[in-house]
């Protein structure tokens, strides 16, 4: 576990603590010097209402742009999606050249540096898990946290001390993850073509989600 993390809301652009992930990053920045190629800061108001938590950037995704979910087609869902059930405003670009504002909502990554693959092995998301907290205790009005596939719902139990098997992943499932508080968190399928395309996750699947979000925040 790295020293003095409880000091960091996001890790430093610099973040040394996972050396598979740094030497990746280090690749990438020989191969694409012009990308972000550092840890994905959280995006959004720490004062909003819903928090959605993601797995982690993809190479040509935010790992190129610099903001969650933007250069790749997860985003393209998530954000239309947004601007749909009024959590974002402005026009979405995938290259991030937009004047794109999120409204009432805020977007973290478990892990916030790119993986290989795209996947994240199980000390990494250990190690990346007090950004994910801090960044969560930041949001004072928090009442909602949607988790983008397994890895992201994990994360969060890992933040509130849960027990991964009471509380087993699904989509459209809600936990209460807070004795005494009306914190939710509900799962989704992650947004990403994978599941798009094999039908997993449909567009209206993650409507769906977005609608169930904004009812139990009593906007609809």
Known sequence: ????????????????????LVQYRTQNQQKYPHYFNAPIPAFG??????AIVGLAPGV???????????????????????????????TFNENG??????????I???????PPQN???????????????????GMKNLKIIIALGGIAHQAVLRRYGLKLSQHKF????????????????LDSYHCS???????????QQFYDIFAKATELLGKN
């Open 108 to 114: 973290i990554n478990a892990v916030r540096c790119v």
């Open 170 to 185: 699904g989509h459209g499932l809600i936990h209460h993850i807070i004795k005494n508080s009306s914190l939710v968190l």
């Open 60 to 90: 040509k995704g935010a790992n190129r742009t610099g903001r969650a979910f933007t250069g790749d087609y997860a985003g393209t869902l998530m954000y239309q999606t947004l601007l749909k059930f009024g959590f974002a405003s402005g």
């Open 119 to 137: 996947k994240p092995e199980t000390q990494e998301i250990i190690n990346c898990n007090p950004f994910l907290a801090h960044a969560l205790e």
């Open 193 to 203: 073509r994978y599941n798009t395309q094999t039908k997993r996750l449909t567009e």
């Open 45 to 50: 108001d720490k004062n909003a209402e819903l």
């Open 1 to 20: 576990m790295p020293e003095n993390n409880e000091k960091h809301t996001d890790p430093p652009h610099d973040c040394h603590i996972c050396p598979r």
């Open 97 to 106: 050249d937009d004047d794109l504002a999120l409204q009432n909502c805020r």
